[in-house]
Each structure stands twice: as C-alpha cells, then as structure tokens.
C-alpha cells in the first residue's frame, strides 16, 4: 500500500532560524513528490515538483531535496519568516497516474514560527 | 490565486439536510478532484472527474455524489448530512486526467452540520 510519512507532526522555532521538514515514502511506481503549503483555512499551494532524476529543487527560501534511493525527502526552510506559520505536505504521485492512488497525501507537519 | 472557484466559502446546515458545493477550475483544465479535510486530518480524496467523465474514485460515501458539466465546473452533493460530515470541502484542479500534473486547489469550502 502506497504510504507518505511526515516528521515532526508539529515544531514550533523561532523567527529567523531554519528548519527541516522530512518525509519519507514507499509509493510504486514513483512519478514526482510535491510539498505543499497549506495555510490554516486555506487551500494548499505548490510549493516544489520534483522527479526521479532531480536532487534538489528552490523556491525562494523554500529548498527541497529528493533521495529516490532512500525514498525520503526534506525541506528546509531558511531564515524563517512569521509567514511561513502553516502546515506542509509531502505528496507523492505514482506513475501510473490514475485510480484513487494516483496520489498518496502526508498529514502535514505543522510549523508555527514564534517572534 | 490558483485561479480554482469554489462556492459558498462558509456554509451551515443541519442534520438531514443536503447541500451542494460548486467548483469551476482553471480556465483550461479538464479535471477535477474532490478533497475532504476533516479537522486535524490529512486530506482525503473522494472522486475525480476529467473531461465530464468520473476518472478515479476515493472513499467517497454513497450519500456524497459529483458531475462535471460540459463547461467544466463541478458539484459535489452532500445528503443526509450527519454531524461528521462538517470539515473542508476542496476542489482542485489540473490539465491532465492522471494524478502526474500539478494541482491547483481552490480556497475551499467550510461545511458545519449542526
């Protein structure tokens, strides 16, 4: 069965510092895995697209890393802002694209930066 | 903006009741999913459609039931509302009919069965 695991569920650090989010995740075949970000509310956004053959992927402070070897993920968040208080979501497409596991969804981990 | 539409934003209701939830994607795409978020939950799919066609099905209730239209948009019918069916409703939306595309989700919709 497809599976997408999170960690930490929760961390709280403080305003400018950096954090590292993991996920790790046994889905067959591998297509891409995406972070999201999902503000309290809110609908998620792409944050990153990764295939197979890519290693790392930014987006402004956002970095993601992909270990297709391992089948684990991060993403670290640098110099953080009170902005990035939400949840984010590790989601792993396979690739044979269709049927109701097409995609597997994380839980989330919820970061909430403190002043 | 994802360029996804979902109304209402804010719905309250009671039990028993039905409800209808609309989503018009971006202009464009051709598929549309279904997402339940309950409190403090992952999200969870329900169904697909692509192109007016249902695609791929989730854990979708027999009380829940959706149609994409010949412009695209889609509706999502809830029945028999019971009280552990108040969460967030997403829409999302996509250019291909499999799950390989990106997705674009709209702001959701917030159902309160009282």
């Known amino acids: 069965k497809n599976q997408v695991e999170q960690s930490p569920q929760s961390l709280i650090i403080l305003e400018g510092k950096n954090c590292t989010l993991q996920?790790?995740?046994?889905?067959?075949?591998?297509?891409?895995l995406r972070w999201y970000k999902q503000d309290t509310g809110r609908g998620p956004v792409s944050l990153t697209i990764?295939?197979?053959?890519?290693n790392t992927k930014s987006n402004g402070r956002y970095t993601a890393t992909l270990d297709a070897d391992t089948k684990q993920s991060s993403l670290h968040i640098t110099a953080s802002q009170l902005s990035d208080s939400a949840s984010y979501i590790c989601v792993v497409s396979a690739s044979s694209g269709g049927g109701a596991d097409g995609l597997t969804f994380g839980k989330g981990t919820h970061l909430i930066i403190q002043p | 903006d994802s360029g996804v539409t979902q109304t209402p934003k804010h719905l309250i209701t009671a039990t028993g009741q039905r409800v209808t939830l609309r989503c018009s994607p971006r202009?464009?795409?051709?598929?549309v999913y279904w997402y339940q978020q309950s409190l403090d939950q992952g999200l969870q799919f329900l169904i697909q459609y692509y192109n007016g066609e249902e695609r791929a099905k989730g854990n979708i209730l027999e009380r829940f039931s959706a149609q994409q239209f010949p412009d695209l948009h889609s509706e999502l019918n809830l029945s028999s509302l019971e009280l552990g069916d108040s969460a967030l409703y997403f829409c999302a939306s996509s250019a291909q009919g499999t799950f390989t595309g990106e997705l674009f989700f709209g702001e959701g919709s917030r159902l309160t069965v009282l």
């Open positions: 996920c790790n995740y046994t889905v067959s075949p591998f297509s891409n």
């Open positions: 990764m295939t197979f053959s890519e």
């Open positions: 202009s464009g795409d051709l598929s």
